[in-house]
């Protein structure tokens, strides 16, 4: 019953910033993390950044210190403020959510295999269509 919509990509220039944001609608009814993973051309997926339950963010190494995650007071919205932007950004970047044990860490996303896990081995609950992002050069 819960639902993910992704808005704010756009066409941009490299260098530039842009913010996600994904709006949550519905009840979770257990505890969850959120985390962002973007879809290349190619199809291939990669985790982005994840905002556990405590507040903890962790962050991709293509990402690190450009990248932010965040969410609203009231918790019904997640954002990514994307910054320096590069080409290599370009992709669909989706939100997700993880329902997890409180007492369990998300940590951050793999995407590497078959399925985006977190590092505790849950996988992906819920994520939405995707907002499409843009980097020319």
């Known amino acids: 019953q819960v639902q993910l919509v992704e808005s704010g990509g756009d066409s941009v220039q490299a260098g530039g910033s842009l913010r996600l944001s994904c709006a949550m609608s519905?009840?979770?009814?257990?505890?969850?993390?959120m985390s962002w993973f973007r879809q290349f051309a190619g199809k291939e997926r990669e985790g982005v950044a994840t905002?556990?339950?405590?507040?903890?963010?962790k962050y991709a190494n293509s990402v690190q210190g450009r990248f932010i995650i965040s969410q609203d007071n009231a918790k019904n919205t997640l954002f990514l403020q994307m910054n320096s932007l590069k080409p290599e950004d370009t992709a669909t970047y989706h939100c997700?959510?993880?329902?997890?044990?409180?007492?369990?860490?998300?940590?951050?996303?793999?995407?590497?295999?078959?399925?985006?896990?977190?590092?505790?081995?849950?996988?992906?609950?819920?994520w939405g269509k995707g907002t499409p992002v843009t980097i020319s050069a």
């Open positions: 997700a959510l993880v329902r997890i044990p409180t007492d369990v860490e998300c940590g951050m996303i793999d995407c590497s295999g078959r399925h985006c896990v977190t590092a505790s081995n849950f996988g992906l609950d819920l």
């Open positions: 519905g009840d979770p009814l257990t505890p969850v993390c």
């Open positions: 905002l556990d339950k405590d507040g903890t963010t």
